[in-house]
T-cell receptor
Framework: NAGVTQTPKFQVLKTGQSMTLQCAQDMNHNSMYWYRQDPGMGLRLIYYSASEGTTDKGEVPNGYNVSRLNKREFSLRLESAAPSQTSVYFC??????????????FGDGTRLSIL | AQKITQTQPGMFVQEKEAVTLDCTYDTSDQSYGLFWYKQPSSGEMIFLIYQGSYDEQNATEGRYSLNFQKARKSANLVISASQLGDSAMYFCAMREGQTGGSYIPTFGRGTSLIVHP
């Protein structure tokens, strides 16, 4: 039962480097999400993809780009990493994001440190 | 203004006692959903319980129940008979407002619960 798989689990970058966080789900879900979690801030939505072929900005999209590669995969890219992007990143999916009662299933997170 | 407010940064409870974690929300939508998630120290996010805005009965899932007071815009989580394994961060979340055909989720800042033996 893989569910939502995120790679890598840990990463250290230098300021200005680029990186792509990978996310894949095997539950045939339509909607996928990227969050960042910072101490005392809860989870903040970066980008989401309601269905294959669509992506939309969330609350904190600046400095990030996303790609919905296919129904299973949703990647998050940092083009020029900044120390303010040091965080734990979570990918999540839900069956149908256009139905209000759909819970989200989360990956185990990626701990990203930018020096 | 925060859409989800969890006013208790930290809570302590004795094992086997009940505990209530507070959550208030702000929305002008008629259709919305409220969720609670648990995040143990290992870091994963676990879905616990859901309440829809049109549901007249409070949701229950085993030892978890959601005290839904629509007029007060509150959706408190009640954990009965606390266990040591309940020690974790708890997040309240809301899905509201179909934007482009999708309900957008928003999370509160969380409450840290510690269960004492």
């Amino acid at each position: 039962n893989a569910g939502v798989t995120q790679t890598p689990k840990f990463q250290v970058l230098k300021t200005g480097q680029s990186m792509t966080l990978q996310c894949a789900q095997d539950m045939n879900h339509n909607s996928m999400y990227w969050y960042r979690q910072d101490p005392g801030m809860g989870l903040r939505l970066i980008y989401y993809s309601a269905s294959e072929g669509t992506t939309d900005k969330g609350e904190v999209p600046n400095g990030y780009n996303v790609s919905r590669l296919n129904k299973r995969e949703f990647s998050l890219r940092l083009e020029s990493a900044a120390p303010s992007q040091t965080s734990v990143y979570f990918c999540a999916s839900s069956d149908q994001g256009w139905i209000v009662n759909q819970p989200q299933h989360f990956g185990d997170g990626t701990r990203l440190s930018i020096l | 203004a925060q859409k989800i407010t969890q006013t208790q940064p930290g809570m302590f409870v004795q094992e086997k006692e009940a505990v209530t974690l507070d959550c208030t929300y702000d929305t002008s939508d008629q259709s919305y959903g409220l969720f609670w998630y648990k995040q143990p120290s290992s870091g994963e996010m676990i879905f616990l319980i859901y309440q829809g805005s049109y549901d007249e009965q409070n949701a229950t899932e085993g030892r978890y129940s959601l005290n839904f007071q629509k007029a007060r815009k509150s959706a408190n989580l009640v954990i009965s008979a606390s266990q040591l394994g309940d020690s974790a961060m708890y997040f309240c979340a809301m899905r509201e407002g179909q934007t482009g055909g999708s309900y957008i989720p928003t999370f509160g800042r969380g409450t840290s619960l510690i269960v004492h033996p």
